[in-house]
């Protein structure tokens, strides 16, 4: 009853934000197909989530805490040298048995509201402003120390410091709290084989003008209800191909990415185990009725029903109907060479292969916890409903 109530009165929100009280004006809305996605595990899935390889360079364990210090808080209650680390971080043993810290998939899709962890929600304290924290300088400086001091430790980093090196200085964005996700597989595709993964130093491919084109973290626990992932829908086919492309920053080869693609099923059913967490606080119940109304007639055909019986549409909004920001649509088209590599790559072959179909649109999503989501639309540009 209460998600019935949020939505209710976000509706008289949404018409005064858009301005639309006749849907659909231009064109007509796009749906998309459902595709078969592979089952697993929920719990191996969280346990590989926080605590596996599917990054296996990083900073050395005892380098990363002089410089990071220990974690007071152990969000996840996890144990041994975890314990000690952010949960943004994970403690793996590289391809030598060296122990090192790689970032993991919760430095995007978690956050910290009112002392409170909630894994899949989009992190929006992130900070791509901070040019030292991904600083190719840096990244060469410690090279140069571990190549003199600990060959061994190198030889466990160098895979991550070789990428930082050659994409950090392509990931800062102008404001803090929005994502680079898009411009970060630019580059790393750049570099990358399409057929083996393996890591190139000069650019395979052109890449677009260092222009990053930010955008607002979604909530994982949306994604059991969508047939497309990414806000322009156009990650079609195995959505754990698209969710392992975190492997990209230090993937050796394609016998390595395999070994995620064959746990990455777990994730996926993870993800799609998460529930919205329930809106805290008291509701105007008088105001929710008026709401309702509202949202029913004219909210509802993009973003679907909610309560016992709801249904999502998975509706792609033409540009023309739309009429938001551009950018991020149209940054797909800016770079048909990064559809090409991905639609002939490792990851749209086998018998789960993913693809990229570009839409001059954006998807309407599904509305569930929307309170705790702030701020909002595809760029994160609207504080608050």
């Known amino acids: 009853m209460k998600k019935i109530i949020i939505l209710a009165s976000f509706g008289i929100i949404c018409l005064a934000f858009t301005g639309i009280f006749h ?22 899935g969280y346990d590989y989530l926080t605590t596996g390889d599917y990054v296996k360079s990083g900073i050395p364990y005892n380098y990363f805490l002089l410089g990071f210090g220990k974690s007071q808080t152990n969000y996840l209650k996890r ?28 430095q ?18 992130i900070d791509f402003t901070d040019r030292k924290k991904l600083s190719p300088q840096t990244a060469a400086l410690a090279e140069g120390i571990l190549k003199k001091g600990d060959p061994k430790k190198f030889e466990a980093a160098e895979p991550f410091l070789k990428a930082i090196k050659a994409i950090g200085g392509g990931l800062y964005t102008e404001v803090r709290g929005v994502n ?11 570099h990358r084989d399409p057929n083996t993964l393996r890591w190139s130093d000069s650019l395979l491919i052109d890449t677009p003008p260092d222009q990053v084109i930010p955008t607002d973290t979604p909530p994982w626990w949306l994604l059991k209800k969508k047939h497309a992932m990414f806000y322009n829908g156009f990650g079609r086919g195995d959505f754990g191909r698209f969710l392992m ?5 230090t993937v050796n ?10 746990r990455i099923n777990d994730v996926l059913a993870y993800i799609y185990s998460l529930e919205p967490p ?20 004219h909210c509802s055909k993009c973003h679907g029903n909610y309560g016992e019986g709801g249904d999502y549409p998975n509706l792609l909004i033409p540009e023309k109907t739309i009429g938001t920001d ?45 309170w705790i989501t702030a701020p909002y639309l595809h760029n994160g540009s609207v504080p608050t409903l």
């Open 253 to 262: 080869d394609t016998s390595e990415a395999r070994d995620v693609d064959n």
């Open 326 to 370: 551009s950018f991020l649509y149209k940054s797909n088209y800016q770079s048909p060479q990064f559809v090409e590599w991905f639609n002939k790559s490792w990851f749209s072959q086998g018998d789960h292969p993913a693809r990229l179909e570009p839409f001059n649109g954006y998807i309407a999503p599904p509305l569930d916890g929307i």
């Open 108 to 125: 995007c899709h978690s956050q910290v509201f009112d002392n409170k962890l909630y894994v899949g929600l989009g992190n929006t304290l």
């Open 23 to 44: 849907p659909f004006p231009e064109e007509e809305p796009v749906h998309i197909p459902a595709s078969p996605q592979r089952v697993g595990d929920p719990a191996r």
């Open 180 to 190: 680079s996700a898009d411009r970060l597989a630019d580059l790393l595709v750049a």
């Open 79 to 106: 144990e041994g040298q975890n314990a000690l680390i952010s949960h943004e971080y994970t403690a793996v043993k590289a391809a030598n048995g060296e122990t090192v810290v790689a970032p993991n998939c919760m």
């Open 245 to 249: 492309a975190s492997n990209l920053l």
């Open 278 to 297: 329930k809106y805290p606080h008291p509701v105007n119940a008088s105001l929710a009725r008026q709401g309702g109304v509202v949202f029913v007639q």
